[in-house]
């Protein structure tokens, strides 16, 4: 065979190249999301030049500058339009900029300022050597109980990183959501993840069992991102393409111009339902559905309850959000399919979380089997399948965030002298020793009952009515049970902490700086103004609940 043949096996007399566009990015489109991803870059940053002295204010000011200033380009891209009217798709189709989409960052940004307040809060736990502490490790390096942790205690370190990955980790929960391509939604995924499975790692009491919690929810976060990816894979060999709009018209049969090539993925019906399948799977791990939930009491229990806290309520939010634009958007089509097993995943998250809950003895561990079963209430409005499908989750999950980082934020409150008293047996009789906490605590325990006159009422309502609208009466059956066996735990709680005498060797209840006071102050309005006059906010969230496409 002579060179030249040779040489043309793997090489064609190629085209003149033709000119590549360049790419056409929305920046006033994606300013929320920019705004965030600029202050994290400026916090690693401060980390590098900045004196360890004033560290802490420069990332604190940084953070909240940020956050509030995303919030106010998010106000400005909804009432510019662009969640009705001018919804639309923007940087080159991988990022949709429509009502639910602004709705759950507005959600996600007030959830992470609220949250900011409990990482920066530094009055809780005794001063060590003269210096304020917070929640997190001195020294994140150092092993617990080594010679070096004490001297990074006694120095006064602070780990300041805390809050650049709390940064990083809002960025990749605001285009989670927003999310128009399975790549784009694959890194949004994993930008949000990584900085949250190193912040559950940096409890300053207790460090071996957050490390503990760090490394279970690394291990679990891997599998399910794994099985996304491969999911992806899958529907991307399906459709020959990430772009939700074009795997959508795939499933549907109106894709515009069918090559040879697609016409036979086209026929492989086993490549979008495994694909499919392994997608939703990796978001219902994220969401905390059974039978994904395994890491949620572990994780819940051993991060710092800043963490916690912020992580409950906003990845709930992010992830509710990329799963309803999977449904919706990319597989209407499938609907048949995924509804059936939809339904018993709803069912078996809302019985198994509920059930649980009553054995457990930790409040952490018992907020988190709570938040499982929210899951399910939520899957409930997932289901339905209706325009009120979407806007009564969109609705639930604003109430239910800041519930829930006022409930973790009341924990942080009632301490020994390990530090946070988690066990029930500890919290018996703070009705009388500290009225007050107990008082907010029993709001917000009696909203996650769904108690008339608080938020938790108003999105149960709104989620089972829709979902009975759109045909699934009995799944609003087992929800009621499931919500009448929850109010049993929530109660007991409640029972406990006013009508139970306190130990004399009880634990305190910390005096917290006005950050503190400031988020539970929110968490309480927020629980009684949604429960009270939750009228605007559903209109609200019915008016953003109209996906792009």
């Not at 602004?102 to 300022?113: M, V």
């Not at 409990?118 to 617990?144: I, K, M, Y």
Request: charged share 10%.
């Amino acid at each position: 065979m002579s060179a030249s043949a040779v040489h043309s096996l793997w090489t064609t007399a190629a085209d003149p190249i033709s000119k590549i566009d360049t790419p056409k990015i929305e920046y006033a489109q994606l300013s929320p999301t920019l705004i965030v991803v600029g202050a994290a870059i400026v916090g690693v940053l401060i980390e590098a030049v900045v004196p360890r002295k004033s560290r802490y204010w420069a990332q604190v000011f940084v953070a909240v500058v940020a956050l509030i200033a995303s919030f106010a380009a998010v106000v400005a891209l909804a009432a510019g339009g662009y969640a009705t009217t001018k919804s639309g798709i923007a940087a080159m189709g991988a990022i949709a900029v429509d009502g639910p989409a602004l709705f759950l960052q507005g959600t996600i940004l007030l959830t992470a300022i609220v949250g900011l307040f409990t990482f920066a809060e530094r009055r809780l736990d005794p001063a060590a050597h003269g210096n304020r502490v917070d929640s997190f490790a001195a020294q994140a390096a150092s092993v617990p109980g080594s010679d070096s942790e004490k001297t990074a205690v006694k120095a006064g370190f602070t780990t300041t990183e805390v809050f650049p990955l709390l940064m990083f980790a809002v960025a990749g929960m605001l285009i989670f959501p927003s999310a128009n391509d399975l790549l784009t939604l694959f890194i949004a995924l994993e930008v949000f993840s990584l900085p949250l499975y190193l912040m559950c790692a940096l409890a300053r009491r207790k460090r071996l069992m957050s490390q503990e919690a760090a490394v279970k929810y690394f291990l679990l976060g891997a599998f399910a991102s794994a099985f996304t990816l491969f999911g992806i894979a899958l529907l991307y060999g399906y459709a020959g393409s990430v772009s939700y709009g074009t795997i959508a018209r795939v499933v549907d049969g109106t894709v515009a111009e069918v090559t040879p090539a697609l016409a036979n993925t086209m026929g492989n019906d086993a490549l979008l339902l495994v694909g499919a399948a392994l997608i939703v799977m990796g978001l219902l791990f994220k969401v905390g559905a059974v039978p994904f939930h395994m890491w949620t009491p572990d994780v819940y229990q051993g991060a710092p309850t800043p963490v916690t806290g912020f992580m409950a309520a906003a990845t709930k939010v992010a992830a509710f959000g990329a799963l309803l634009r999977i449904l919706y958007v990319v597989l209407p089509g499938l609907r048949w399919d995924w509804r059936p097993v939809m339904w018993a995943v709803a069912i078996v998250t809302m019985l198994g979380g509920a059930i649980i809950a009553i054995t457990q003895t930790d409040i952490k561990r018992l907020l988190a089997y709570s938040s499982i079963a929210h899951a399910g209430f939520i899957l409930a409005g997932v289901i339905a399948t209706t325009p009120d499908g979407v806007s009564s989750v969109l609705f639930y999950l604003g109430a239910y965030s800041f519930v829930t980082i006022g409930a973790f934020a009341v924990v942080t409150l009632v301490r020994d002298a390990g530090g946070e008293a988690t066990h029930l047996s500890k919290w018996a009789g703070l009705g009388r020793r500290s009225p007050l906490v107990a008082a907010v605590f029993a709001v917000f325990l009696l909203a996650f009952a769904g108690i008339p006159l608080t938020s938790g009422f108003a999105g149960k309502f709104a989620v089972f009515k829709a979902a009975a609208e759109g045909g699934a009466a009995p799944l609003v059956v087992v929800g009621v049970i499931s919500s009448a066996i929850a109010a049993f735990f929530y109660i007991r709680v409640i029972v406990l902490m006013f009508f139970s005498e306190p130990r004399p060797e009880g634990p305190t209840v910390a005096v917290p700086s006005p950050l503190t006071m400031t988020a539970i102050g929110v968490g309480v309005a927020v629980t009684l103004v949604l429960g009270v006059a939750p009228q605007y906010f559903l209109d609200l969230a019915s008016q953003a609940g109209v996906f792009v496409r």
